[in-house]
């Protein structure tokens, strides 16, 4: 009897030696919302990266999210904690004191343009007053300064 095509291969086939444990690639994210805590939602993807982004927008639209790594026969490890209502709070914290900051600026360069109007309104009265000086005629006065008047008797101060 003759080897059948099959008996005659020389080459076995190699045993894989991979990890053959279902699902050891994939990535969970479960957010929950305070508005409504019974629904949370769960994501699941074999993309890091993905995964990664929902759980950015989640956090970003108010959710408390947990992203996850498995780790083989339905056990998982959390990856990240992310706290979007404090995230938001945060934010909006922020963006007040940029406001009151902003507001405290242009407080503050309104105070300055005021104040040099103020100035500028000295300083044109200081030169008006000298141009009214300079016009009067001078008034007599001997060495040590006092004033010379001809028609009153004695010196005055």
């Known amino acids: 009897m003759s080897p059948t095509p099959k008996q005659a291969r020389t080459h076995r086939r190699k045993a894989n030696s991979a990890d ?68 938001l709070a945060e934010a909006r914290r922020a963006a007040a004191e940029a406001r009151h900051g902003a507001e405290e600026q242009q407080r503050a360069s309104a105070e300055a343009a005021r104040a040099q109007v103020a100035a500028a309104e000295q300083s044109e009265r200081d030169r008006a007053t000298l141009a009214r000086m300079m016009v009067r005629p001078p008034v007599a006065r001997d060495q040590c300064g006092r004033r010379e008047a001809r028609h009153i008797t004695g010196a005055q101060r």
């Open 20 to 87: 053959h444990t279902k699902n050891v690639n994939s990535y969970r994210v479960e957010a929950s919302w305070n508005d409504r805590p019974s629904r949370p939602a769960v994501f699941r993807s074999p993309d890091r990266k993905k995964a990664r982004r929902v759980a950015r927008q989640w956090a970003d639209d108010g959710a408390y999210v947990i992203v996850q790594e498995h780790t083989g026969w339905d056990t998982w490890r959390t990856l990240d904690e992310i706290d979007g209502p404090a995230l």
